[in-house]
């Protein structure tokens, strides 16, 4: 029997260790012997290779309750030539470890990866299934109803925003607190900042989202009507939401290395425009790493997944990325298919039109129905000496 090998990519999620927890556990489960590749792609080609077989019992388990990506990550873009050497350099390596599969989780620029890999393989009839892994916070992929990583990162988003609300409801002068969250170019992050307000009657008073229409004059017409109502105003904002111009590096793919500091400009806006008292609270990376708040439901998922990954053994299967198909009815559920990497790749699901409210400035029962499910549920973490127990 051929050996797999995984590996993570991009930005690393809370629940990108629980995928590759059901990876390895299904490939193990056929007998197989799972290596991993340190940093992604990049590893591979430095050959910084580990096999996962310390991956097992309690192990195993603590990986899935474990956020960021144990085995490291990268941002590396292949050449669009296949025939640059690096191709044969990466199957070289594959031909030496005795690879017959190949899992590579991460977002849309993974996905790239993988479609450029499965292609190699097919032109050059080279016995290797390359497998795509969704995973991303930003639940931009398309033709998968979410992504693993999503729904813990939205509990964790809408758990701040109850815990905001009451913070910046203590006094009487009136003060506008906004809360700037990722989401370079889909709010569905954002979204999630309604949850509290739908749910529970209380949280982010307004919500804009990169898909909306939006202008700094609207936004502060909104504010000061809400002011005029309520002392305390808590306003939530993608990272991706047109505030301002910005300039800054591109990264290998062409994305915005950093778009933090729209909060903090509209903020300074609402203090010299409006006069009253305003901060900013920007997420950043806490978003992405907080183990100590997951959805039990995504890190199940997220399992789930993976070891639908490793059971996709045959040829027809290369290029694929596996993806999630939400079920039909009022109980909430997913089932697991297949779909081409191809179709994937460098491209980004926005928020639908419908899950944002007339007014551009919250969202609508849809959106809320949509995300909702998503969040459900806790994990029961280990503790030492006050601290989560997370495997190092």
Partial sequence: MKNAIVGQSGGPTSAINATLRGVVQGFVKRGGTVFGMHNGIQGLLDEDIVNLEYLKGEALTLLSKTPAAHLGSCRMRLPDDLSQPVYNKIFSIFEKYNIGYVYYIGGNDSMD?????????????????????????DNDLVLTDHTPGYGSCAKYVAGTVCELDLDVSVYTKPSVTILEVMGREAGWIGMAAALPKYLLGRGSDLVYLPEGDFSCDKF????????????????????????????????????????SGCGAYLSKMVKERLKCKSRAVELSLTQRCAGHLTSRTDIEESVRLGEFASSLVGVEFNGSMVAMVRKAGDVYGVDFTCVPASEVANRVKKV??????????????????????????EIDLEYVMGMPKYLR
């Fill in 220 to 259: 502060l017409s909104d504010v000061e009507k809400l002011l005029s109502r309520q002392n305390s105003l808590l306003v939530t904002v993608s990272e991706g939401v047109p505030a301002y111009e910005r300039v800054g590096d591109m990264d290998v793919f062409g994305h915005a290395v950093s778009l």
């Fill in 113 to 137: 990866t993988v479609d450029k890999l499965s292609r190699y393989a097919k032109i050059n009839s080279v016995d290797v299934c390359i497998i795509g892994v969704p995973k991303t916070i």
């Fill in 352 to 377: 639908p039109v419908d899950f944002i409210n007339d007014e551009q400035n919250f969202v609508t029962q849809r959106c809320i129905d949509y995300v909702s499910p998503l969040i459900v549920g």
